[in-house]
């Protein structure tokens, strides 16, 4: 007979705390509170193997086999209600926030949470668990349901192949795969550390280490408990959660002090010492009850709070945290405990059966409807994002046809340069220059024995990396090179493609005494927000982002970043002083329709080209004295009409036109 053990309800307890308070982001003096919490989901996993273990090897002593049926309708009670309620919670919610892009993604993570494989697809999708995009996605969390949900299907399985074939060698079996998951993982997380959070086979120890300790109890029963030996899991588990941060490698070897502190806690603390009697009170054991409805909603209710919120602080994520404990008390009374405990079986496979129909219709429509764009209509017309979508798709062929013999400009950076390039080749006297415009994006540039290498990260980066290889090594090109235009994210402090001077110095000794010009970015906002989110959700025009940016900061002191350039020469564009000198009263906001951005930080190309264009026209002394005109024209009377046609909204006050 099971005896139920509150003891583990308070180290669930433990556990979802700790990943709430992760995943909230309390800062306190500047310092992120419990930067280790995200070990929380760790012991889960610990938990989960020992008690699902001792489930199915009790079975298999007591009648030698495993009745599946029995076992995944359990699983299925256990699991789906409540999951099935916070699907349905947000649909709506899904609708009236999110962008069509971010819809097709929150529809597809709910297709593949549904077919237990959300961690592969985050995995594929690049989601990388902690950073600010990813916070915003209402259903990462799912990715350990995902992984707990493969190791329902998989041990099972396993227990019963080693139980016919190879009689009492389970043990060795499973210290052999554990083993060997963890060597996995300490491997794989050294190249590609997203496979190893996610993979169920670098996280497979972590589940299989409750299973060794749930065969000794099966065995041998349960080992009397040790005040001292409970006390030290504790602390092992306590000291990961505040102990780790963002920086520690995870999951690694380090992950084997919550994995012990976790298995010693479950061997040991027992109610005849301190630390069973703490985690057994009655505070930790009724949140350990609540804590799967605890972790199924309190990622969807930051994600959408953040979503609608523009400074998610303290006072936001206290309000988060109260709305999920009320939602998941509510959750567990009314859903989770009436369904896991029902004796109604039709009643319950008919509505889950139905909740997954209708589930599917709604994700299935999501997706081939690309998210339902018509809804964007009202902040971003359907002309103004076909002429933007027109525009972009020109980067690829800006290359087509150089010509031999002439001198040659290059405009080169990161994702920014596929929008500069587009814009700046309207305003470069192409009878007089060749442009080369390349894209070093997702591209691992190293430059060995005079010679540029830039494999791509991944193959989707082929059509960026395989050109700008091919062109930044043809020396032809080089030798005639008068002009570098650098395009990048944050030039002085953007930590990715930090090689991006070292590739211009070496440009530049290859060139005919080619003059550097790096341009500054335009207004951004911080990387939990779009501005096209912010102007779906608040029914407004792009002026709410220019009010909301808060990058860069006027004057900001250049040369104490860490990545400038010190020992290169070069002339810095600060686009945002010549355009409106930092006035945001005066700065222009978007052009013919197309806001200024559309996520954190690109500038569009349409409005990138009429921004030039209104500098060129108005700045022209001030270009002139820094070298830019040697290789720009303004624009001709139409490009000034189009410039003074880009106010976003006349009368509101960040819509002004700029004036000297």
């Not at 303290?314 to 859903?335: E, K």
């Not at 009436?338 to 109604?344: A, D, K, V």
Request: one cysteine or more; proline letters at 6%.
């Amino acid at each position: 007979m099971k005896v139920y053990r509150p003891e583990i309800d308070g180290l669930r307890a433990i556990s979802v705390i700790a990943v709430i308070l992760y995943h909230a982001e309390f800062t306190v003096a500047g310092h992120t509170l419990l930067p280790g919490g995200y070990i929380g989901v760790d012991v889960f996993f610990v938990i989960s193997g020992f008690l699902i273990s001792q489930i199915l090897l009790t079975e298999v002593e007591a009648t030698g086999r495993i009745d599946f049926l029995k076992f995944y309708a359990r699983r299925a009670r256990r699991i789906l209600p409540a999951l099935f309620a916070v699907i349905f919670a947000t649909l709506p919610l899904a609708y009236y926030f999110l962008l069509p892009s971010e819809l097709i993604d929150y529809a597809n993570s709910i297709g593949s949470t549904l077919l237990f494989g959300s961690n592969i697809y985050f995995y594929f999708t690049a989601a990388q668990y902690g950073e600010p995009n990813t916070l915003l996605k209402p259903f990462l969390h799912t990715w350990s349901l995902s992984v707990e949900e493969q190791f329902y299907i998989g041990f099972p399985v396993l227990l019963l192949i080693v139980r016919r074939y190879l009689k009492s060698r389970f043990l060795p079996c499973v210290l052999l795969a554990a083993a060997l998951s963890f060597v996995w993982c300490v491997v794989t997380v050294r190249h590609d550390p997203q496979q190893a959070f996610y993979s169920p086979l670098t996280r497979a120890w972590e589940l299989l280490a409750g299973t060794l300790l749930a065969y000794h109890e099966v065995k041998r029963g349960r080992t009397r408990p040790q005040p001292l030996l409970a006390a030290v899991g504790l602390m092992l588990v306590l000291g990961s959660l505040i102990l780790f941060g963002k920086d520690t490698v995870h999951p690694g070897r380090l992950t084997l002090i919550p994995v012990i502190g976790t298995c010693l806690v479950l061997a040991f603390a027992g109610q005849q010492n301190a630390v069973g009697r703490l985690l057994a009170s009655r505070p930790a054991a009724l949140t350990g009850l609540v804590s799967y409805s605890l972790y199924l909603w309190h990622y969807p209710v930051f994600a959408f709070w953040r979503l609608t919120s523009l400074d998610f602080d303290n006072g936001d994520r206290f309000l988060a945290i109260a709305v999920t404990v009320l939602v998941a008390v509510v959750s567990f009374v009314v859903i989770e405990k009436p369904f896991r405990h029902t004796r109604r079986r039709r009643a319950l496979w008919i509505t889950l059966t139905s909740s997954v129909v209708t589930i599917a219709a709604a994700v299935l429509s999501a997706i081939t409807m690309g998210g339902f764009p018509h809804r964007l209509d009202e902040v971003y017309p359907p002309l103004a994002q076909a002429n933007e979508a027109r525009l972009e798709s020109t980067f690829l062929s800006l290359n087509d046809n150089i010509q031999a013999g002439k001198p040659v400009i290059f405009i080169i950076g990161d994702s920014h340069a596929r929008n500069w390039s587009i814009a700046l080749k309207n305003y470069i006297d192409t009878d007089r220059y060749q442009i080369v415009a390349l894209s070093y994006l997702n591209c691992m540039v190293e430059i060995n024995n005079d010679i540029v290498k830039a494999p791509s990260r991944a193959s989707i980066y082929d059509k960026y990396c395989i050109p700008f290889e091919k062109y930044i090594n043809d020396k032809s090109l080089l030798s005639r090179t008068k002009a570098i235009f650098l395009t990048s994210l944050r030039p002085f402090e953007y930590t990715v493609n930090p090689f991006r001077f070292e590739l211009l110095s070496w440009m530049k000794s290859h060139s005919d005494n080619a003059r550097i010009f790096v341009f500054g970015n335009y207004f951004q906002l911080d990387e939990s927000h779009s501005c096209l989110g912010m102007m779906f959700q608040r029914k407004s025009d792009a002026s709410i982002c220019l009010r909301a940016a808060s990058y860069p900061p006027a004057n900001q002191p250049f040369a104490q970043l860490p990545f400038f350039p010190s020992d290169l020469a070069f002339t810095y564009v600060d686009i945002i002083k010549l355009h409106c000198d930092y006035d945001k009263e005066k700065c222009l906001t978007s052009s013919r329709g197309v806001p200024f951005i559309t996520d954190w930080n690109h500038m569009t190309a349409e409005f990138l080209t009429s921004l030039i264009g209104d500098i060129l026209e108005r700045r022209t002394a001030d270009l002139r004295g820094d070298g830019l005109l040697d290789f720009l024209v303004p624009p001709p009377t139409s490009q000034s009409e189009r410039t003074a046609s880009s106010e976003p909204n006349a009368g509101s006050p960040s819509s002004a036109s700029p004036s000297n």
